[in-house]
């Protein structure tokens, strides 16, 4: 890619070693504005490891990274500011109702105290959640809950999304829906970096990273990538690579 005003992440001869285990092995890469980045591997490859860094929760041995325009290394505390970040486990809090959740994220991603009832009506109505405003959250479906956490993600409006496995466990009608909500955010200009073991999701990301071992063996559009290894499906493509991994799950 053509290192211009639109990468928002910027990853060069990045590195993170623990003792003698390599768990990411020089790996470079951008991610355009708007861009839906899929980011996959085996349990094993490296990839949560990589996101902690890019996420600025871990401090890369060597190598250097920007996200947003911020050093990962010495402006993790930026970076933090500046993204959203969505796990499979949702991170929300359960005996709370739907709207205090949204307050609750609202004000820990810095939105300006009077703004905040304005996102949560809007926020509401986008989800279609008005009905749903006072019902503990513990009491949604899980679908729901995937939505709603997502949303509280990028309450703040930041650049970029980091979602880890975000749609695990989740029935494939739920799992469609979510990825409606990425694809209208990535419209609205957020850039989504997503990690998924689901490789019918892979299809939908504008270009894909697949690891190994620590290394980016492969990075391009899904339809590049099947026409590179002669595949019909992104999982045949994941299945071809994963197949070179030497080491497990660490």
Known sequence: MSKNN??????????KRFGTFTAVDNISFEVEKGEIFGFLGANGAGKTTAMRMLCGLSQPTSGNGTVAGFDIATQS????????YMSQKFALYE????WENMRL???IYGVPRAEI?????QMLASLGFESEKNTLVKDLPLGWKQKLAFSVSIIHRPEIVFL????????????????ELIYKAAAEGITVFVTTHYMDEAEYCHRVSIMVDGKIEALDT????KKQFSATSMDEVFTKLARKAERREN
């Open 6 to 15: 639109m990468s928002v992440i910027q990853v060069k001869n990045l590195t």
């Open 77 to 84: 505390e930026e970076v933090k500011r500046h993204i959203g």
């Open 95 to 98: 005996d709370l109702k739907v």
């Open 105 to 107: 994220y609202a004000g």
């Open 117 to 121: 009832p304005i996102v949560i009506d």
């Open 164 to 179: 880890d496995e975000p749609t695990g466990g989740v029935d494939p009608a739920a799992r469609r829906q979510f990825w």
């Open 222 to 225: 899904p339809a590049n990538l």
